[in-house]
């Protein structure tokens, strides 16, 4: 049975709810700006990012179905998870209205999911290191170079250094111990506050298979997630 879990919600749970079709799995278009130049044969083609794209479910109602239910359940943003890729998860916001109208009538209709280009994994297992060390091997086991989340609790000031290059040097605030390096959206902050001031560098990057990180300075733990992405 076809099924997707929204925000950790299981639309088999949903009283009435018939996931009848699931989108295909494709790759995200690249976004690229092309420039002609004459007298210069073809083009110039510069890659700027993947794009976010739709993925659109088509869904159905059994007899007795509960639909404000289902409104409730197709509401929002947040984590999307389609039975035909179980293990792994999107990022999205439903952004069309749904014609409930339709859906009633017909009892079928479509469901529109913006998602962001990458997926996750579903089942990562954190890397975690203490005090006792000051490196380990983190493997990205996906199709493309991940931007990990990486906290870091010590003091004094810290650095980073990815498969032998120094990449980045936090120091931390007196009176604090823990930062979290987003390196997806840029930023280091800690209960909501940006702490981007406190850092010098770039946020780590790791590339597809075996990565080695390692750490100088004053750390009692680092903890590492969304090691791991693919288009």
């Known amino acids: 049975m076809n099924y997707v879990l929204w925000n950790n919600k299981d639309s088999r749970d949903i009283k009435g709810l018939l ?18 130049i004459d007298g210069v044969d073809g083009s110039i083609i510069e890659e700027l990012g993947y794009e976010s794209y739709d993925k659109v479910v088509s869904v159905g109602l059994k007899i007795g179905a509960d639909l404000d239910k289902i409104i409730e359940f197709f509401t929002g943003n947040g984590e999307i998870v389609f039975s035909n890729e179980p293990d792994k998860y999107y990022t999205a916001q439903i952004i069309k209205n749904i014609d409930y109208e339709r859906l009633l009538r017909y009892r079928v209709a479509k469901v529109t999911f ?4 990458f997926k996750y994994n579903r089942v990562e297992v954190p890397r975690e290191a203490t005090s006792s060390r000051d490196s380990m091997i983190v493997e990205n086991i ?21 498969n032998g290059e120094m990449i980045c040097r936090y120091t931390f605030p007196e009176g604090e111990n823990t930062v979290l390096l987003d390196s997806e959206k840029q930023d280091a902050y800690w209960e909501g506050t940006l702490k981007n001031r ?34």
């Not at 996931?19 to 002609?36: A, D």
């Not at 913006?114 to 280009?117: A, K, N, T």
Request: positive net charge; hydrophobic residues 30%; without cysteine.
């Open 142 to 162: 996906g199709n493309h170079t991940s931007k990990p989340l990486i906290t870091i609790t010590g003091t004094g000031t810290v650095e980073l250094t990815v």
């Open 114 to 117: 913006r998602v962001q280009p």
């Open 198 to 231: 406190n850092m010098n560098g770039e946020f780590p990057i790791f590339e597809k298979g075996n990565n080695t990180i390692s750490w100088s300075g004053t750390v009692e733990s680092i903890r590492i997630t969304k090691y791991s992405r693919w288009v």
């Open 19 to 36: 996931i009848s079709e699931l989108p295909p799995i494709t790759k995200p278009n690249m976004r690229v700006k092309e420039t002609v």
